[in-house]
T-cell receptor, first 111, second 115 residues
């Protein structure tokens, strides 16, 4: 079945550091790929998405490129802020909108 | 726009009891999905409701059941609670507009603790 694997956390960085959170997936066909963010005490928010190979999703300075050849969708940001501290989830969907999530990566940014 | 709302926020039950969680979708949305998020894990898909019927189901036992009402709101019922049912239960709504992908909007969740 479909699955998503994320780099294990927690990840701790200093403000203005470069961020990469790795995500790889297993799926038949061509899934849509997503990054969701969960701030403390809140529900999941869609951060960005890509629906076909080579698409780049971007939002709030975050970017991720749908790489079919490596089945990856790594999340990057050039300069993180304290407010980016949250749990990040990589996810895929195929067909009937069911989302399959990775285990999440907790990110902490220190001032 | 109130977004997706869920009630209650927190709930404490004992083993063997039954629980009902509620979800109101975002305005204009007709599809509701439920997810279980255990501590430190990613959400796991339970089931999805559209036009008052269960359209798709994840790998959860029959103790988990649901309902969708004509106003598109939904309930999740869990019978014979086990300690392992302790989790954050997330509701997500979307619009079945027939596109390739319709974004799911998540509520804040209901934290269920089973003692």
């Amino acid at each position: 079945g479909n699955s998503v694997t994320q780099m294990e956390g927690p990840v701790t960085l200093s403000e203005e550091a470069f961020l990469t959170i790795n995500c790889t997936y297993t799926a038949t066909g061509y899934p849509s790929l997503f990054w969701y963010v969960q701030y403390p005490g809140e529900g999941l928010q869609l951060l960005l998405k890509a629906t076909k190979a080579d698409d780049k999703g971007s939002n709030k300075g975050f970017e991720a490129t749908y790489r079919k050849e490596t089945t990856s969708f790594h999340l990057e940001k050039g300069s993180v802020q304290v407010s980016d501290s949250a749990v990040y989830f990589c996810a895929l969907s195929q067909g009937a909108q069911k989302l399959v999530f990775g285990q999440g990566t907790r990110l902490t940014i220190n001032p | 726009d109130a977004g997706v709302t869920q009630s209650p926020t927190h709930l404490i039950k004992t083993r063997g009891q039954q629980v009902t969680l509620r979800c109101s979708p975002k305005s204009g949305h007709d599809t509701v999905s439920w997810y279980q998020q255990a501590l430190g894990q990613g959400p796991q898909f339970i089931f999805q409701y559209y036009e008052e019927e269960e359209r798709q189901r994840g790998n959860f036992p029959d103790r988990f059941s649901g309902h969708q009402f004509p106003n598109y709101s939904s309930e999740l019922n869990v019978n014979a609670l086990l300690l392992g049912d302790s989790a954050l239960y997330l509701c997500a709504s979307s619009s079945d507009a027939g596109g390739f992908y319709n974004e799911q909007f998540f509520g804040p969740g209901t934290r269920l603790t089973v003692l």
